[in-house]
């Protein structure tokens, strides 16, 4: 997985970032990296990530749901006791 920590919302939104991403500039900016991967790829003879499948959909899953997230990080309660009032209240605080 690749992480993008930045987001381009509201005042950081940038209509033409799509663009500005396909200059030749950039994207052979892309293509070193894909190349210094593919080295290390073939150095290593596997992926260097080996995390199982489990972990590796897991990992995705809290990155892509901010439910799963707050209830992973912020609750230490089973789901046959969760109050949903509170964890609603806990989750805007």
């Known amino acids: ?11 950081k939104a940038d209509k033409s970032l799509i663009t500005k991403l396909q200059t030749p ?6 293509l070193n990296l894909v190349l210094d991967g593919l080295k290390r790829l ?4 596997k992926f260097s990530n080996e995390k199982s499948i489990e972990a ?7 990155n892509s749901n901010p439910i799963a997230a707050f209830m992973e990080e912020r609750t230490q309660i089973s789901d046959e006791d969760c ?11």
Request: aromatic share 16%; charged share 35%; net charge negative.
């Open 1 to 11: 997985m690749i992480e993008f920590p930045n987001n381009f919302e509201g005042e």
């Open 25 to 30: 500039e950039e994207l052979s900016g892309f």
């Open 42 to 45: 073939r150095e290593n003879g």
């Open 56 to 62: 590796t959909q897991r990992e995705y899953e809290l």
């Open 83 to 93: 109050d949903a009032i509170l964890l609603y209240l806990e989750y805007v605080d």
